[in-house]
Each structure stands twice: as C-alpha cells, then as structure tokens.
C-alpha cells in the first residue's frame, strides 16, 4: 500500500485544495506574440502580485521529452503533474528502442509484422501522424522502420499519412511532403521494393478523435485508410494542392481525405493477411482508431468487413485496458501517481473538464491508465462540437459552475479541473478569439476564488504547456515576429516552449504558506505542493513541493 503521512503541524484546510490547470496558458517572451497577456486577465493579474506566484518548466527534459527543443504537450504534463515525477516519455523511449535496435529484436512484435507480411507475401501498413512534431509520432521513427522493413525483405509497404499543422507549422505540409517522397524515390530505387503512400487527410478531419468526441473522423479514417474510398489523387502532393486551391486559407488540419490511385485502382487498401503498425506513440488520439481495428464487434460505426490483419500500435496506450494488444515499445511505467495515494489516504476528489480535456484530467493525469480509484469522481461536461474559434469561451462557465458547486458541496478535499480553452482555441491560430478564450479562464479563476473564500481552501493554478503565449512565428534569431508579403504576422498554432505559472492562494491564510527554495522548478512540483497543502508529507521520490505550510 503507498501510504501518505499526514503533516504534525498542518491538518489541511477548511475547504478543498483545487488544482485549476489552464490549458495551454504559458508566459510569453514576446508581447506582440503574448496573446495572453494581450487578453484581459484581471483575476490572473491580481493573483501574480498577491498569491504565492512562481513560474515552472513545463517543456523538454523537465517533462521527459528528448530535449529542451521539444516543446511541453498535455500528455507529458498531465503525467507529470499527477505522478509527480518526471519519467521517460514515449518520444525518448520510441527513440531510443529505435536507436539502439531493441525494438528491431528478434520474436519482438516488429518481427512477428514483418514475418506476417513476408510469409503471406502481403502489405506492411503504416498509419500515423506525418510529422516531426514529436507530440504523437515523428516521421523519422517511420523512415527507420521502412528502411528496417526493406532491410528484412518487405517487398510492399503503404503508408495511409494523417497531415499535421498543429503540433507543426499549420501549413507546413508540403515541407515534409518533399522529404519523404526523396526518401521514397531513394528506398525504391533499385527496384526491389515497392514503398508508396496509399492515403491520408488533415488530422482534425479523419482518424484522430480522441475521448469518443466525434466518432464520424475515425469513420472517415477507416473508409480511406481502409476501403480505400474517397477522392483520388496521382499523389500526395497533388491532393494537398488541389485542396488548398480549392479553398484558400485552409489549414493543414483541416484538409479532406484523399486515396492515391496508380492504373486506376487504389494503390493500398488494407486487406487480409496484411499487418498494419499505427506509428504513433501518444494514446489519447490513438484509442478510438485502434478499437476499430481490434474489437470483435463495433458499435460506434458500420466498419464493414473487418479485414484480418495483425495490428500493432507504437506503444500501449492504455495500460488498464491493455490496449493494443500488440505494441512495438514499452510505454513509461508511471505508477504511485498522486490519484492513488490520496485515494489510499481516503481523500475524496473530483476530476472534472469539458469532452476534449476529459481524459487529459483522468487518463493522463493517472499515468495513462483509465481505470478510477475507489475515492475518485469523474465529470465530463460535453465540448461543442463545431470549430473552437467559433465558441471561445467553450464550456469553461459550465466547468466553473460544476466546480463552484462541488466547492461549496464540501463533498471533496481535492478538486482538480482543466480549461482547455487557452490549448485548443490556440491550436486554430485565431488570435481574437483567443483573447475570449484566456478572458472566460480568468472569470473561471475568478469565481473559483470566491468560492474558497468563502470555504476556506486553497487554489493551486497552473497549466501543462504554453500555447496562447505565442500565437505567432517567431524568427529563430531576432525573436521577432515573421510578417507575410502584406506585412501581417503569420499565425502559429502549436504548442510553446514558455514556461507556465504556479500560483498558490490561500485567501484563509491558514496553511502559512511559504514558497520553498526548489531550484529549477517543473511542472512536476505540483503533485507535491497539493499533497503537501492537503495536510500530508509527499512521498520521498516525488520532486519537492512548492511551498512550505504549517
Ligand atoms: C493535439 O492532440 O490536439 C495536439 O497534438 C497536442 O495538444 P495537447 O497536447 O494540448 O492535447
Ligand atoms: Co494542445
């Protein structure tokens, strides 16, 4: 049993302890780029200059990435946050299996796929996201594996490629479009195999839903990937061409789904016999795609024939599911997470965000497991479903009035929340509905407030990565902003590398709260500052909490 011990001099507050994470809310460097400081924020300002304020790392090796060039996402730091540790992500573990060929071992799942395929002299798939963004996938793991799989004498591969634009320049598309096909003409070139792409789409439109919020992408997915049925194209290139004449302005994301024909048929359904490798090593988006794959009966759309293949993901992306049934690495084994232990210590929580962030508050939060503890409640409040600019402010009312409620219920001694608004409307690369977005996170802020005002507890308000801090490119050297022919900036709809803040309120002032001396201070800190203001002493091998109480 992991048991926490409580803290002699401190009991914990009155009220609960609430962990606000606003999602994809950093400090910015640059102000014309900071559309979080551009917004208004009285409550977060108030807060800076009279909480307990610090700011944390939330991106590269502080949150297990392979560096510090690798900016933070919501699945690393939710990891990080709830187990208070900062463990090996699937980035450096896919990496590093792929480096130093373990993934590659003999009777390892990779070599059952390549056996599969060369015995049944079928079709080695890869499906997964075509990028560099290292948030999901990296295109070089897939280079590796095709240059492995040629090595080991896989005569056909396909690759069904999911466009990107949101871990990565939104319509950067093009750029990778070029590399892999210099790629593709170099492993073809002696004539021996026969390596293409076979279809693909923006990643927002097919395949990758996450948390069962639109299972008609993963419907669409699985037509083109699959049945192969949808617009043709010579190419890649031209489908991604002929869109963006079609509709200019259209982000890389969004683009529709295309099948690549050769002699008038479609150059790579997925059929029987074949194997098919999901490369992406992140679970959240990966889940619904596998289930389409593996289960025996689907309820969520008309699959059709379901083709007999053997399916592997990158990694396992549900350890208490279990799910795949077959994974190429490892995943990071996050256990002890802080659920576990305020569980074991009796302290009733609830998790609660809006469908997009659910999982990010329930899954990742407990190490990529979905399964509940005994003292945990969960509480998904339905996202819109239309595009996120077009409802900025998204459920962040409706989250704050759930959370109002169960403050004031005094049901719960810890309360964790996530705002996705600051993420996900920055992830669309429009700037003025972001400033609606980080407005109705402060007057969620605001209200919570008020509610442990009145109950006696703490906040504790951070997030898991920038996104809104930096809303536009950036050149590399000067840190200035990259104008177009027209001298207009040019929107940027990934992740940032700014650190975040942390902020400690105790309106009741009964904690004695001070902060600690922690040097260089993570994201991860925060699994031990809410322990440790719940009236506890956090566990050894967490890193230190944030704050001294008592
Ligand atoms: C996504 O999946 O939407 C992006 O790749 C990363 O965003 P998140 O890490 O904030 O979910
Ligand atoms: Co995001």
Redesign the pocket.
Known sequence: MNELKKNKDFAGPKGPVVLAIM??IGIGKNPESDFVLQSATPNLDWLREHALYTELRAHGVAVGLPDDGDMG???V?HNAIGCGRVFSQGASLVGKAIESGAMFAPESVWDELIRNVINKESTLHFIGLFSD?N??SNLNHLETMLRKAKEQGVKKARIHALIDG??VPPTSALEYVERFETFLNEINADGSVDYCVASGGGRMNIT?D?YNANWDMVRRGWDTHVKAEGRRFASMKEAIETFRKEKPGILDQDLPAFVIERNGAPVGPIVDGDSVIFFNF?G??ALEITKAFEADELTEFDRGPKPDVLYAGMMQYDGDLGVPEHYLVTPPAIDRTMSEYLSNAGIKQLAISETQ?FG?MTYFFNGNNSGKFPTETWVEIPSDSCPFEEAPRMKADEITDAVVRAIESGDYRFIRLNYPNG?MVG?TGDVNAVKVAVEAVDQGIGRIIEALKKTGGILVCSA??G?ADDMCELDKKTGKLVLDDEGKFKPKTA?SLNPVPAIIYDPSGEAHASLADVPNPGIANLAATCISLLGFEPPEDYVPSLVKVG
């Open positions: 999602d994809g996402n919501s699945e730091g963004g948030v999901h949101r871990d990758m996450r992140r959240d988006r962030k990010h993420d992830h898991d990565h996104n992740h």
